[in-house]
């Protein structure tokens, strides 16, 4: 029996999630806290022998990697094929202010997500099909090893939603996917068993211990 081990986290927080703005392929820089949900990861995941590190492309998501991987020396890239769903004329935009201009196609994103498009973006489906095709080939690249990749909140969704065989327009129940939350997915012999999903064990409470 081989069993394949990968980790998927989220980012950390970032200068437009606490705007509420929508950042798809473009970037904002994390902040203080969200580089600090990136260390309490790395910080806990100090033990857990990887054999490489994986990152969207996109700077917040690589910076996250580079944090959780600290001074150990892991093998790090970064690929498109990770990038959150490009949202096209939403992006950089306020979320408030889309629901009011386009009431249709937010109720969509949120309420139904395999029907939502929008002028310039990618649908969650093309997201989930070029995600788990890069996926696919780091697991057959890394057999019977462990890996991590830091990605987005859709990435990790639709992912995840792939293990689970979870139906799209359920992809927004529960668990909710905080910064630096962690998945992970042993895969044995072909067969999947989620171990963790959307775990926040690692965050820090103000008293200095794990929450």
């Not at 949120?110 to 997201?127: M, Q």
């Not at 529960?174 to 999903?197: A, K, Q, S």
Request: with cysteine.
């Amino acid at each position: 029996m081989t069993t394949t081990t990968v980790y998927i986290t989220r980012h950390g927080q970032t200068e437009w999630n606490v705007q509420k703005r929508m950042q798809g392929h473009q970037d904002s820089p994390l902040t203080p806290l969200g580089v600090q949900q990136a260390e309490w990861l790395g910080k806990a995941m100090q033990d857990v022998h990887l054999d490489a590190v994986y990152a969207s492309s996109s700077p917040r998501a690589l910076r996250t990697a580079e944090i959780i991987r600290g001074e150990r020396e892991i093998p790090l890239a970064a690929f498109d094929e990770f990038k959150e769903i490009r949202l096209g004329i939403w992006e950089g935009r306020d979320a408030g202010e889309l629901e009011v201009q386009y009431p249709e196609q937010h109720q969509l994103f949120w309420g139904d997500p395999g029907l939502f498009s929008i002028p310039g973006g990618e649908t969650f489906a093309e997201v989930q099909e070029r995600a788990l095709g890069k996926l696919r080939e780091l697991i057959a690249l890394h057999e019977g090893g462990t890996i991590l990749i830091a990605t987005h909140t859709v990435v990790v969704k639709v992912l995840m939603a792939y293990f689970e065989d979870r139906a799209m327009e359920k992809l927004w129940d529960l668990p909710y996917i905080h910064p630096t939350c962690l998945c992970r997915i042993d895969i044995t012999d072909g067969v999947p068993e989620i171990v963790l999903h959307g775990d926040t064990s690692h965050y820090v409470t103000s008293e200095g211990e794990a929450d």
